[in-house]
């Protein structure tokens, strides 16, 4: 079958042909429906130095993804033959406290990185082919009446990461709060409808594309705001003075983690999921009283189950543009050209 895989840091995926998997004991493999392009490969592509992560290349990428069982090891129970199923992304050691309790993305054993835990697409071989091989049964959720495939890869990360960071800030996220969405690509245009759809919070969308905004606006932000150095400003204005309750930044660069602490009301949250790696200095009076920031990783299992039923019941409208596999590479160049409206899925 054909992959496309990461050859070598700092380079181009290319497609490849690799073996078709077949499944051990307690694996399955799953037909491909839909591989979503995440902004994360274009950071193993171009800014991931070897060494940075204990991962053996080659792999194959896509670590967004659903599809159809194609075929179960010896003891799988919980799935059968053409169940439509989504992939939960981290992979974990699956035994250890944090496993237990579903979130294998905080792993405390991985089998991967030591920081960030690896999966299928991250270290492993992922879904940016025909078929993946998933290692555990353990992965797989199946995807509820009204979810199809294609429509759900996107889920499991552009949907899954902004749910768990939106929801461990959801007390903060009241009538009268205003939460500041930075960044409105894959996962960014999710996250605005997430807080819209559980939550009553007013919500303003930060981009430095107009057709980011154009997106922001149409899935529901309340205002929309264009990047720059009045930006902070601005969400001060619209909050009384006061500043925003929660600000998720979905860049990770110094100038979108200095807004965001700079706009964040005393008592706020300022979540950094973007990993474009910029850092600002830190000291006492660098941001309002009682402000606390923090990094995400991905989101639990049980979470995922979460939100594809609420995405299940036609709470999420996801933006996406397919590609074919042959067509893969053009999806990273669009994206990293800044050319994609939601997210770039390939579908096989
Ligand atoms: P994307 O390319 O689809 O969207 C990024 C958006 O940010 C684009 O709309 C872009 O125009 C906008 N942007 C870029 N620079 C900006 C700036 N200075 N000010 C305002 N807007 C700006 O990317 P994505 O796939 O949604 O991923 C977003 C980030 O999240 C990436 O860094 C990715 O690696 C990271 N990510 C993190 C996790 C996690 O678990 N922490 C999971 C998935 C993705
Ligand atoms: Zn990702
Ligand atoms: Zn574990």
């Known amino acids: 079958m054909k992959a496309l ?60 993804n659903a599809g159809w069982v194609e075929a179960v090891g010896d003891g799988v129970t919980t799935v059968s033959e053409g169940d ?50 998933v290692p555990f049964e353990r992965l797989l959720v199946r995807l509820p009446d009204g979810l199809d495939p294609v429509t759900a890869a996107p889920l499991t990360d552009a949907g899954l990461t902004p749910y768990h960071a939106i929801r461990r800030s959801w007390p903060k996220m009241t009538p009268t709060s205003t939460v500041v969405v930075i960044g409105v690509g894959g996962l960014g245009h999710l996250a605005v409808q997430l807080i819209k759809a559980t939550t009553a919070a007013r919500v303003i969308a930060v981009d430095n594309r107009r057709a980011a905004l154009d997106l922001a606006g149409a899935v529901g932000a309340d205002h929309t705001l264009e990047s720059d150095a009045s930006t902070a400003g601005a969400i001060r204005d619209l909050t009384g003075g006061r500043g925003a309750d929660v600000l998720l930044d979905f860049v990770g660069a110094d100038a979108t983690i200095e807004l965001a602490r700079s706009a964040a009301r005393s008592l706020g949250d300022v979540t950094i999921v973007g990993i474009a790696g910029g850092s600002v200095p830190l000291s006492f009076f660098s941001q309002p009283y009682e402000v606390s920031i923090q990094t995400t990783y991905w989101g639990s299992r049980p979470e995922l189950v979460e939100l594809l039923d609420l995405a299940a019941r036609g709470a999420l409208h996801i933006e996406s543009t397919t590609y074919s596999l ?23």
Not at 33 to 52: I, K, P, V, Y
Not at 338 to 344: F, K
């Open 5 to 64: 895989r990461l050859m070598g840091w700092k380079s181009e995926p290319e497609l490849v042909e690799v073996p078709k998997p077949t499944p051990g004991p307690g694996q399955v493999v799953v037909k491909i429906g839909g591989a979503g392009a995440c902004h994360s490969d274009l950071h193993l592509m171009h800014d991931f130095d070897a060494g940075m992560m204990p991962w053996q290349l080659p792999f194959t990428l896509g670590h967004e």
């Open 84 to 133: 439509a199923v989504a992939v939960y992304g981290p992979w974990g050691c699956g035994t250890c406290e944090r496993c237990r309790l579903g979130t294998e993305n905080y792993c405390e054993n991985p089998l991967g990185a030591p920081v960030l835990s690896g999966g299928g697409g991250l270290g492993m071989d992922g879904g940016m082919a025909e078929y993946l091989l």
């Open 326 to 348: 042959d067509d893969a590479a053009r999806a990273y160049r669009d994206l990293h050209e800044g050319r994609v409206r939601g997210r770039a899925v390939i579908v096989p």
